[in-house]
């Protein structure tokens, strides 16, 4: 016979109030990043699959930190030889 895993109501409350903030965040940066103009773009390092280790090389708006797509070779030679 399997057991019932006994999760206290304060822990299930607390993750319902942090999943609605977080909810509550996404949407204002959503709001935010619609209305930017991204008109200063910026090259970054960006992380990979959310890995640290691993990273992409980006154009990301400097307003809003909107990813905005790839440089070219020649963008990615200039920004590594500053």
């Known amino acids: 016979m399997v057991g019932t895993i ?15 903030r977080k909810r509550d965040v996404e949407r204002e940066l959503k709001v935010i ?23 992409d090389i980006r154009w990301v708006c400097e307003g809003c930190d909107t990813t905005l797509g790839y440089p070219t070779e020649m963008e990615v030679k200039n920004y590594i030889s500053n």
Do not use: G, W
């Open 33 to 55: 990043r619609d209305k930017c103009k991204h008109e200063i773009k910026v090259i970054r390092l960006i992380p990979k699959n959310l890995s640290p280790s691993q990273v």
């Open 6 to 20: 006994y999760i206290p109501m304060a822990t299930n409350r607390k993750v319902e109030i942090l999943l609605t």
